[in-house]
């Protein structure tokens, strides 16, 4: 009974980190960058709602409907720190030698992270949505209700950029400069834009994801690290660019964590998720779903 | 690149003529050996001066300890081709090897550290058949993982403290390490100038360039890489074997620090990687920068140390060596009429596509 808890915390868990890695997968696709800062964006999302929310009621703590107020604001600041964040820095390097671009998102990633820590001291903290009832029990298993509600709010916005891609223009613009820039550019899109919309909209669902994960987990200035490297590895078992390959890789992920936390301990977790990545590096490269940039 | 150049190039020209840059470089490749000779002797004089024991000793050791990890680092980053994103890991080996020998195991300082040196080129050995399968991307997160799952083994394991470290009293002389780390650094230096003019640096250079054809021409490109990344194991190893009691303390963090990992990186590249003076010059010259910092501005050293890698991305990626080098080959293209001037910086732009 024990690992059917582990797997059904872990598939609840594990949908946030399929919410980041899908952002992350969005613009390693599109713009061919691995945004080592990207992290720092859930981080931020986070921070973001917390500071809403103490601004509303005095402490960070809300109603259910109060609290998914706050994450809109959140979308909206993350949307536009990932626009500057491309305008001003990652387009200098785009084109050159990758490691220059790892190097400029690096560089941007622990310089935010000294900034927060300035800003909001190195204390973890977390928002409290109170609820008469915090949790449910189904069939002998403990669902927390707060973490079922963050499961679907990543799923939401999951389908929604999903959604924003397949149907609206810029979706399609987007698509077009993935697939390629030149001949996007001849038909008359304006490619440095997409891109930092691309950005943008990677760091949004990042950003709101961060709110959640400042409701079930806790938040603090360097934790976006773990999100990016967690992405990464769910990014490489999905395949580049594939948006259902990112949600099954987040969802095993979380449930392999779980189960190591819960039958080893939850220090061995990150240990063994990175074993995982360079086993499964050198076994199929390509990623389990892997294909070229999503069409 | 190209654009910049010509802006700064008034400016530029008056305070330094290219023709007298391009004197300095081919005095500096014709007299590499007795340069770095005089370098060293200058280097091992210092703690005569009255030095020894003060804030300047420790500064300059710390110095010296960076330009190893730097210069460790561009051997495979820079030279091959391979950004490392966790050198980090062969320095905490180290590092922990000899607080472990010669705390538990009452083991003499210095048959510790020969030990930790050649633990560190084990593991890289092992890792590097690993790790240097995967290119670009992939390669650089491969290493950072293993740096961090490094840094959490030896938070969970006992032999290595915990998360709480060890603390080592009985360390030898600041002078010792001080000489120990120059001397470390010397030999680094000899032995990637003397490499580089060999079959074995032509090849490293060969495979950043274009691996494929590196292979198509019949070298085992495997056998080079992994000797390269044994090579940067040894010396960061080195590096960590004597910094744990140098610095009388060692944990988790400090032993596996990612921070110091970029710092390493960032040194390279502003002094110019790929050269054999320029991490060395870029470390000295951002320690410094970082030393001011942490003395005048405390808490304020990683947005420091990510805007200077973002500053150095975006204006100077060939770094100090690479960027005077660049200009002083303007020399010829006055000299031979504008023919064939800055062939070689488009090969170095193409390197590491896939």
Known sequence: MAATQFVVNGLLVGALFAGVAVGFALI?????????????????G??????????????????????????????????????????????RVIGTDIFLTLLVTFGASIAIQQLAIQAWSANPRSIQVSFADPSMTLAGIVVPKMKLVAFAGALVLTALM???????????????????????????IDVEHTRAVTFGVSSAIAGGI???IAVILNIQPQMGLIYTLKSFIIVVFGGVGSIPGALIGGLLLG??????AGFASSQWTLAVSFSLLIVLLILKPKGLFGQEAEQ | MSTTDEESGGVLRSILPPEQVDRFLGTCDDYGWPLLGLGALVAASFPLLGLEGGYYMTVLTEMFLFAILALSWDIVGGQTGYPSFGNMAFFGIGAYATAILTKDFAVAFPV??????????????????????????????????????????SRILEITGGASGKILLETPSAETFYYLFLGVLVFEMALVYYLSGTRFGFVLNAIRDDEEKATAMGFNTTYYKTAAWMLAGLFTGFAGAAYS???????????????????????ALLGGSGTVAGPVIGAFGLHTIIELVETYAVGWQLVLLGGAVIITVIGFPKGVVGTLSEYASQMDYYKHGGMAATDTDDGSEVSADE
């Not at chain 1, 390693?28 to 931020?44: F, K, P, R, S, T």
């Not at chain 1, 223009?169 to 698509?175: E, P, V």
């Not at chain 2, 992939?138 to 293993?146: K, P, Q, R």
């Open chain 1, 255 to 260: 449930s392999v964590e779980e189960l190591v």
């Open chain 1, 162 to 188: 999903y959604v924003f891609l397949q149907k609206t223009r810029t979706g399609r613009a987007i698509r077009a400069v993935s697939q390629n820039p030149e001949a996007a550019a001849l038909v008359g």
């Open chain 2, 112 to 153: 510790a550290f020969l030990l930790a040196g050649l633990l560190a080129v084990t593991f890289a050995a092992v890792i590097g058949i690993v790790v240097l399968r995967l290119r670009g991307h992939y390669f650089a997160i491969a290493t950072l993982g293993v740096l961090l799952v490094a840094q959490q083994v």
């Open chain 1, 210 to 212: 961060g709110t959640f």
């Open chain 1, 46 to 91: 986070g921070y973001t709602s917390y500071w809403v929310l103490t601004l509303i009621t005095g402490n960070a703590e809300g109603s259910p409907l109060l609290f998914l107020a706050t994450i809109p604001v959140a979308i909206a600041v993350l949307f536009g720190i990932g626009y500057a964040l491309q305008r001003t820095l990652v387009s």
């Open chain 1, 28 to 44: 390693w696709g599109v713009v061919d960058i691995i945004n080592l800062a990207h992290g720092e964006m859930v981080m931020l």
């Open chain 2, 245 to 267: 009691l140098f610095n009388t303390f060692i944990d988790p963090q400090t032993a596996y620090n990612g921070a110091w990992n970029v710092e390493l990186i960032a040194m």
